[in-house]
């Protein structure tokens, strides 16, 4: 006898076969892990950047766009996609985490160097990872600002730590977003603090002049100015940080 439970299941995985049907696709996953970077892209530069033609480009980004994945910004006739928000990050950084580092093929001093700034520091989405990343959840962790089991949670010495010291204003750390969640690290394969205190603490970062970018993409690293401020609140070694 079909029962309720039944149709529900039945939606539930016609939902999720949908949701899969959507990465399934090489060029839409290239793209997806591309604006994992938190960054609006045009329909142009992410064509260029997974290499085909921007109708084929257009044609992907309208299915992702679709699907829910993506979100679409205009300004003036300018059109640009990003990840719908930071649930869609996560999925992909989960994702990209559960099939494990990429073999990295070096061909050149340039790859070599990506690859290691990479590694050194990025941004997962709109927080911290790399080595830049753990170093900081580590350091809040043994200060028992972060409590660790189970998943991560915020304590009360730590949202004095994160308003106080670090001058986050509380109203962005009370969201609906979740404050704080673990994420696992492709290249540490270890954890590092997402959520609304992880994004709060990068933008914050960024601010102080802390850290900055490297070159186009994602990888970030510690100032002269962050290695001690970050040594300074937390301790940090900022030879763990080079």
Same mark, same amino acid.
């Given at each position: 006898?079909?029962?309720?439970?039944?149709?529900?299941?039945?939606?539930?995985?016609?939902?999720?076969?949908?949701?899969?049907?959507?990465?399934?696709?090489?060029?839409?996953?290239?793209?997806?892990?591309?604006?994992?970077?938190?960054?609006?892209?045009?329909?142009?530069?992410?064509?260029?950047?997974?290499?085909?033609?921007?109708?084929?480009?257009?044609?992907?980004?309208?299915?992702?766009?679709?699907?829910?994945?993506?979100?679409?910004?205009?300004?003036?006739?300018?059109?640009?996609?990003?990840?719908? =928000?930071?649930?869609?990050?996560?999925?992909?950084?989960?994702?990209?985490?559960?099939?494990?580092?990429?073999?990295?093929?070096?061909?050149?001093?340039?790859?070599?160097?990506?690859?290691?700034?990479?590694?050194?520091?990025?941004?997962?989405? =709109?927080?911290?990872?790399?080595?830049?990343?753990?170093?900081?959840?580590?350091?809040?962790?043994?200060?028992?600002?972060?409590?660790?089991?189970?998943?991560?949670?915020?304590?009360?010495?730590?949202?004095?730590?994160?308003?106080?010291?670090?001058?986050?204003?509380?109203?962005? @750390?009370?969201?609906?977003?979740?404050?704080?969640?673990?994420?696992?690290?492709?290249?540490?394969?270890?954890?590092?603090?997402?959520?609304?205190?992880?994004?709060?603490?990068?933008?914050?970062?960024?601010?102080?002049?802390?850290?900055?970018?490297?070159?186009?993409?994602?990888?970030?690293?510690?100032?002269?100015?962050?290695?001690?401020?970050?040594?300074? @609140? @937390?301790?940090?070694?900022?030879?763990?940080?080079?």
């Amino acid at each position: 006898m079909f029962s309720r439970h039944d149709g529900v299941v039945d939606a539930r995985a016609a939902d999720l076969a949908g949701l899969a049907a959507l990465l399934a696709d090489r060029t839409r996953a290239a793209m997806c892990l591309a604006m994992i970077d938190g960054r609006a892209w045009s329909a142009g530069e992410l064509a260029r950047t997974v290499r085909v033609a921007p109708s084929t480009a257009t044609e992907h980004l309208n299915r992702l766009l679709a699907g829910g994945l993506l979100a679409e910004r205009r300004q003036g006739r300018h059109r640009y996609v990003e990840l719908a =928000d930071a649930r869609a990050a996560e999925l992909i950084e989960a994702l990209a985490t559960y099939i494990g580092a990429p073999p990295v093929k070096v061909t050149g001093l340039k790859t070599a160097t990506a690859s290691a700034a990479l590694s050194r520091g990025r941004t997962c989405y =709109d927080h911290l990872a790399g080595r830049l990343g753990v170093a900081i959840t580590d350091a809040l962790t043994e200060r028992e600002f972060l409590r660790p089991d189970p998943g991560f949670a915020l304590t009360a010495p730590g949202m004095a730590f994160f308003t106080g010291p670090l001058g986050i204003d509380p109203a962005l @750390l009370h969201t609906r977003r979740p404050l704080t969640r673990p994420c696992l690290d492709w290249t540490e394969r270890r954890t590092h603090l997402g959520g609304a205190a992880g994004a709060q603490l990068c933008r914050r970062l960024r601010e102080l002049d802390w850290i900055v970018g490297v070159g186009t993409g994602r990888a970030v690293r510690a100032t002269s100015a962050g290695e001690v401020g970050l040594h300074d @609140l @937390l301790g940090i070694n900022p030879a763990t940080l080079r």
